[in-house]
Structure formats: structure tokens, C-alpha cells
């Protein structure tokens, strides 16, 4: 039995660590950069923006109106229409939290001391091929946000006997979803790209990427990573949700 409990351990760990570093991609090293950069919000709305992101929310729209208490919806004068309205404001609010999250569990001073090429990759950011190399990267990005957004919140949704439908495409086999996630288009178009370059600026760009992702995976404090991941990216939404008359279970 031991056993069985250490392997889980590190099984919640190991994917603990692997949404940190989805979501906290690009934040740290952006810092360096001599122009502001995309703080969680733009990136959460950006994504959330995107043709995926949009059809992840009417997905939550239908499962909020197929949800929502009548009665409940009556008294606070909520019509099912504005439902998705509201389902957008609550996942950019809850996605935002779950950006600035994940970043407050990396350790700043470990991070600087194991990883010195924050200048050198904001610098390198300007070059041409690097920046015509993140325009083609940006849905892959995006695509990932969105997903680990949503199944952390669907996770949490279901830990916790929340009266709502799952809107993840995997999990719920949604074909029409999963044709919407840009990644493997974008991820073949990246490869060919990256192929064909000769670019000594973007290869150096990856090796230092490489890097800067192995920094901050030894940054995290795991100290910190002793809930599921759901509870420490949504714990709480069940207040807001119910503002919206979905109830628990």
C-alpha cells in the first residue's frame, strides 16, 4: 500500500509540474524584454480569443444553459442568453488566476541562478526568423493554455459535484472541438519551418528555450503542490458558478 501511495505521489507531481510549465511558458523570460510584455490577462484573453478559444466557450454557454437552475436563473433576472457572456467573463477571470498561480509557485531566485540567458533570449526575440517562428508557434501556445484551462477547470467541476458538464474535447470525445484545436496543423507547419532554416539566431533561440524550461521546472516549489492541481488552480469557482444557479450535486 505504500507503495501504491508513493506512486501516486509522484504520478500528482509530475503532472503538477508539467501545468506549471504550460502555463507559466513565455512569462519569465518575457520579463527581460526592454518592452512590456504579455502579462497572464492579455495571454488568457488573446487565447480565449482565438477562433479554439471561442468555440471551447460556446461549449460552456450550452453546458451552462443545459445546467443553470430555471428558478434560480428567474430570481436574479439572468436569461439564458447572457449565459455565455457570463461563461467567458468567469473562465478569463479563473484563467487569470490559474496563469498568475502557477507563476507565484516559481522560485525566482532559483530560476535566476539556473538559468542567466534571460537578456540573450529577449534580445534574440527581435530577430526576423525568431519572431516569424513564435507568429507560427502562437496557436500551439495558445491551444495549450486553453486546454490545461479547461481540464483543470472541468477536473475541479467534477472533485467537487458540480452540476456541470464537462467541456474538454478529449475527455468528451467532441469531434467538432477537437477539429478546432489549431496545434497539429501549426505543430507540422513549426516543424517544416524550423527544418528548413538555417538561422544561426533560432537555433541558439531553442537551445536557450530548452534551457530556460529546465530552469524553471527545478524552480517550482513543490512544497506548494500538496493539493490536486484542480484545487489549486479552481478552488473556489464553485462560489461564482453559482452565482450563475449551478448548483453542486
Known amino acids: 500500500m505504500g507503495r501504491e501511495y ?3 505521489d509522484v504520478n500528482f507531481l509530475t503532472r503538477a509540474i508539467a501545468v506549471v510549465l504550460v502555463l507559466t511558458q513565455g512569462l519569465v523570460a518575457a520579463r527581460a524584454q526592454s518592452f512590456a510584455p504579455p502579462e497572464p490577462a492579455t495571454r488568457v484573453r488573446e487565447a480565449l480569443a482565438s477562433p479554439y478559444g471561442r468555440a471551447l466557450i460556446a461549449e460552456l454557454g450550452k453546458n451552462l444553459r443545459a445546467g443553470a437552475d430555471p428558478a434560480c436563473l428567474n430570481s436574479k433576472a439572468i436569461a439564458t442568453d447572457q449565459l455565455e457572456a457570463r461563461g467567458l467573463a468567469l473562465m478569463t477571470k ?8 502557477s507563476e507565484s509557485i516559481i522560485d525566482q531566485k532559483i530560476y535566476a541562478e539556473k538559468f542567466s540567458g534571460q537578456t540573450e533570449l529577449a534580445k534574440l ?34 472533485i467537487s459535484r458540480i452540476k456541470l458538464a464537462q467541456v474538454s474535447a478529449l475527455p468528451t470525445g467532441n ?13 507540422e507547419k513549426l516543424d517544416k519551418f524550423t527544418s528548413a532554416s538555417k538561422s544561426a539566431a533560432l537555433k ?46
Open 94 to 101: 479563473w484563467g487569470v488566476r490559474m496563469a498568475e498561480t
Open 125 to 158: 526575440r527581435n530577430d526576423a526568423t525568431v519572431k516569424r517562428y513564435l507568429a507560427i508557434a502562437q496557436p500551439i501556445q495558445q491551444a495549450n493554455l486553453l486546454d490545461s484551462m479547461f481540464e483543470q477547470f472541468d477536473r475541479y467541476v467534477l
Open 175 to 187: 469531434e467538432a472541438l477537437l477539429n478546432m484545436n489549431p496545434g497539429e496543423a501549426a505543430e
Open 204 to 249: 541558439r533561440y531553442l537551445a536557450l528555450t530548452e534551457q530556460d524550461a529546465a530552469a524553471r521546472k527545478a524552480a517550482i516549489r513543490k512544497d506548494q503542490l500538496t493539493q490536486p492541481v484542480p484545487s489549486i488552480l479552481f478552488g473556489g469557482v464553485e462560489a461564482d458558478l453559482a452565482e450563475l444557479c449551478i448548483a453542486g450535486r
Open 6 to 8: 508513493q506512486v501516486a
